[in-house]
């Protein structure tokens, strides 16, 4: 500054373009903190050089350039980006909440705590907290990946990996759990007696997790675990299928069990594939236009073809292409499917019994229905499991219906056995923002975007992460002890 002395800069005093780029650089700052930002500084709710005449400000302008860039709303057509726009009520910010919403919830959610992940098995739950898996519950066939010394874990419990992995997604089924690493690199442990953990050269239990070999010259990004098998994403989004096929749910054309990963070769063609879910013996896949492809069983409709046939190979589902809806998640359920398209819509079929599909009856649906009841509001996670669905929306209210079931649906003014038709608010957690949600056979977990985590229903088996009460009616945190070793 020379002799004159120094002046306490301003942020005001920056030059725009930077402050732009900071706006919109690394995918940081969300609709949410762009509004803060609008409210409590003049500089960002103003209109500036460099904003558009359709920017009413430089926060606005810079959520419009983040939406430009997300992999969400680049895939859409020109139509449904800009049916988006309208159904966000022109806002970009709030688009861009939904879609950073949508991103993260079927993976890794950024929390004020650090990056986050739950998943519920049947009897056990996994957490990735900042890279590190901890794990509580059951460990039937090692699925805890903690030894075959450990039967059960009433705390989350990190688990050791054979060397450093920084895991960035996990799946968590039946009897076996699946982990992939930033690298790309899958690991599984679990119940291999069907091959559905991809190591050939045994079909006992892994009790810790392992490397899998056959996937080591690809690179993934996501896994699905059914009963007894397995999906794999790669991030060019081609998909891997390994266990058992009896009903076709490996995607091959043909009932072969595969003991090892391999190719799904009519997927490659269809575009690459930016999601998948497995079901206990069906399997789905989104593709980056939007299309739906299932395979597996059509026991209970939950192919959405309208039958109950069995499709060995992915077959795309008509109904939403013929309506030109564009899916971009899609969950499955033991007997049921929830599909989430790019407006925020929920969709629901397969079998309607306890209210499920959450329409109000107990009716089965043999292809997918729109699910009029929260039509006003913009979902951004689906997940569905036994009987019970949860729905979350950009507010951070989540919603539930189907069967309780020991209370995992979090109603605690509802019977263990009750049935909730239709979507109902969990005004138990009204005073928190939920950012995950997962539910397994009877337990349920959730993430809040400060990192907290509440579970409800069953811990028979500690499968919430604590030894106090048996069974939780109301959501009760969890508490993580951390781990400091860094060999985790």
Known sequence: MGGDGLRSARFDDLPLHLILEILTSGGGLGGVDLVCLELSNKLFGGKHGLVSQNSKSLAEFAAFQSCGSHPVYVSLSHRAQDELLGRCGGNWKRVLRFLQSVHQSSDVVQTSSGNMQIRSGRYHTLLVKDSTVYSCGSSLCGVLGHGPETTQ????????????????????????????????????????????????????????????????????????????????????????????????????????????????????????????????????????????????????????????????????????????????????????????????????????????????????????????????????????SKRKTFVLVDNGSMYGFGWMGFGSLGFPDKGVSDKVLKPTKLYTLKDHHISQVSTGLYHSVVVTNRGRIFGFGDNERAQLGHDKVRDCRTPTEILVEESSDDTM
Do not use: M
């Open 153 to 384: 874990c009433v705390s989350f419990t990190p688990i050791k990996f054979p060397y450093p992995a920084h895991v960035t997604h996990v799946s968590a089924s039946h009897n076996h759990a699946a982990f992939v690493t930033q690298s790309g690199e899958v690991f599984t442990c679990g119940d291999n007696s069907s091959f559905c953990c991809g190591h050939s050269d045994t079909n006992r239990p892994i009790f810790k997790p392992r490397l899998v070999e056959a996937l080591k010259e690809v690179t993934c990004k996501k896994v699905a675990t059914g009963v007894s098998f397995t999906v794999f994403l790669t991030i060019e989004g081609q998909v891997y299928t390994c266990g058992t096929n009896t009903n076709g749910q490996l995607g091959h054309g043909d009932t072969l069990d595969r003991p090892t990963p391999k190719l799904v070769e009519s997927l490659v063609n269809a575009g690459p594939v930016v999601h998948i879910a497995a079901g206990p013996s069906y399997a789905l896949a989104v593709t980056s236009d939007g299309t739906v492809y299932s395979f597996g069983s059509g026991t209970n409709f939950c192919l959405g073809h309208g039958e109950q046939h069995s499709e060995p190979r992915p077959r795309p589902l008509l109904w939403f292409r013929r309506k030109g809806i564009h899916v971009v998640r899609v969950s499955a359920g033991d007997e049921h499917v929830v599909a989430l398209d790019s407006n925020g819509y929920v969709y629901t079929w397969g079998k309607g019994y306890c209210g499920a599909l959450g329409h109000g009856d107990e009716i089965d649906k043999t292809t997918p229905e729109l699910l009029i009841g929260l039509k006003n509001h913009r979902a951004v996670q689906v997940c569905a």
